[in-house]
T-cell receptor
Framework: GQQLNQSPQSMFIQEGEDVSMNCTSS?????WLWYKQDPGEGPVLLIA?????ELTSNGRLTAQFGITRKDSFLNISASIPSDVGIYFC???????????FGAGTQVVVTP | NAGVTQTPKFQVLKTGQSMTLQCAQD?????MSWYRQDPGMGLRLIHY???????DQGEVPNGYNVSRSTTEDFPLRLLSAAPSQTSVYFC????????????FGPGTRLTVL
């Protein structure tokens, strides 16, 4: 099946720093999504991208849908303690909306 | 709205035991799904349903059964638990599955001894 490679696996950053993570696929996706999972909770959608080359922002978050449709990037600017969690990329694999998830990027923010 | 609810929150089983993980949503979503989350592997789709009476297999369906008799409920059954089924299980629902936006429950942490 389709494989999503997400990197880095984990990041330890200081409050105020910017964070970047990315996801690559061996196959094309028509929709890329970024979810965040807080400790002990289920994932919550942060940003959805529907068009190749699209750049979308949500507050301090910015995500891009790669022009080849095989990759996506997420940036978090000026990190704060509540940014702690696991960030997942996901691609929609078919018209029924089945999702393929990356392995996640664990973000730890230190004061 | 309560959103997506899951019970129990934690469960310990012995190998060979059976149990049902409950999932309910009050958003009138047609699409519901079950995932398992294992360290370093992200979330993997077990089963999904596009409406009452309709279910289909996902990426890792072996050892699990589902049914969808109502729009609100989508239980996941383990018929004979195995240690390999130790995981965190998430139920999700969506009003527009093609959009990719899914609403997740808080999860059930299952340990099989």
């Amino acid at each position: 099946g389709q494989q999503l490679n997400q990197s880095p696996q984990s990041m330890f950053i200081q409050e105020g720093e910017d964070v970047s993570m990315n996801c690559t696929s061996s196959s094309i996706f028509n929709t890329w999504l970024w979810y965040k999972q807080d400790p002990g909770e289920g994932p919550v959608l942060l940003i959805a991208l529907y068009k190749a080359g699209e750049l979308t922002s949500n507050g301090r978050l910015t995500a891009q849908f790669g022009i080849t449709r095989k990759d996506s990037f997420l940036n978090i600017s000026a990190s704060i303690p509540s940014d702690v969690g696991i960030y997942f990329c996901a691609g929609v694999t078919d018209s029924w909306g089945k999702l393929q998830f990356g392995a996640g990027t664990q973000v730890v923010v230190t004061p | 709205n309560a959103g997506v609810t899951q019970t129990p929150k934690f469960q310990v089983l012995k190998t060979g035991q059976s149990m049902t993980l409950q999932c309910a949503q009050d958003m009138n979503h047609e699409y519901m799904s079950w995932y398992r989350q294992d360290p370093g592997m992200g979330l993997r789709l077990i089963h999904y349903s596009v409406g009452a009476g309709i279910t289909d297999q996902g990426e890792v369906p072996n050892g699990y059964n589902v049914s969808r008799s109502t729009t609100e409920d989508f239980p996941l059954r383990l018929l004979s638990a195995a240690p390999s089924q130790t995981s965190v299980y998430f139920c999700a629902s969506s009003y527009s599955p093609a959009s990719g936006e899914q609403f997740f429950g808080p999860g059930t942490r299952l340990t099989v001894l």
